[in-house]
């Protein structure tokens, strides 16, 4: 039951992402109605309701028919699926520390998801949810650093060194590639996704999330060139295979931790 309202929940955020995603770049503000790309007109609130309204509408507009994105039900079902898996492994309603750590994930999960599709249909990184993703890591890591102090653990064990470190690291490594390809390997927005996602995984689990991105990138790319959709001089953006890394390895190594052991 507690599953159900997470992925619930997940949908309506879902559908809150989209609004961000398609008003982000229109450079418009996220509060009012949504309306309809194609004829402008209001949606109404029975046609707004998470991947039911795509299904009972045909994925076609009810005034012009003009057709939905599949991106909408996407990003619902994704954002929902993320939402199940933060509450099933980190969701504990008697733990206060349970309860910030949640919302924390829930938050920079609903702000990655926004980062993925962003960075795929428009191949940058909205620097405004860089800053915003920044500014609640910084948050979480300030609190959990005085729950541990609180705790008795000693500086060098606190969370927040290896958040930094992990943090420093995957910056530095992506500065690399950008600095010394002169762009042509990696774009800025992957030196500032790098970061956010070195700061989230930590050291050593940065690690092991670059691992699953770059396995993932490449197996993609390769799909693409073996499918002639694309050649080797063709422009993938990064950015949505950080972002899977990152999601993947949060609940890999929450699920079987000893796989750090193979890493370190």
Known sequence: MTLLIFFILGLIIGSFLNVIIYRLRLVDTILGRSNCPHC???????????????????????????????????????????FVMVGRYFFNFLD?????????????ASLLIVLLVYDWQYMEVPILIFWIMLGVIIANLVFISFYE?????????????????????????????????????????????????????????????????????????????LSKKGDMKSEVPFVPFLVIGTFLAIFITREFPFVLSYII
């Open 149 to 225: 102090i609180r705790m008795g653990l000693d500086f060098k064990s606190l969370s927040i060194m290896y958040s930094l470190t992990g943090g420093f690291m995957a910056w530095l490594f992506f500065f690399c590639l950008v600095f010394f390809s002169k762009e042509k390997w990696m774009g800025w927005g992957d030196v500032y996704v790098g970061l956010i996602m070195g700061l989230i995984l930590g050291w050593p689990s940065v690690l092991f999330g670059l691992l699953l991105a770059f396995t993932i990138g490449s197996i993609y790319s390769v799909g693409i060139i």
């Open 96 to 108: 206060f520390y349970s309860l910030w750590e949640t919302g924390f994930y829930l938050i920079i």
């Open 40 to 82: 402008k007109s209001q949606i109404r609130w029975y046609d707004n309701i998470p991947l039911f309204s795509f299904i009972l509408l045909g994925a076609k507009c009810r005034d012009c028919e003009g057709k939905i994105s599949w991106q909408y039900p996407m990003v619902e079902f994704f954002t929902g699926l993320i």
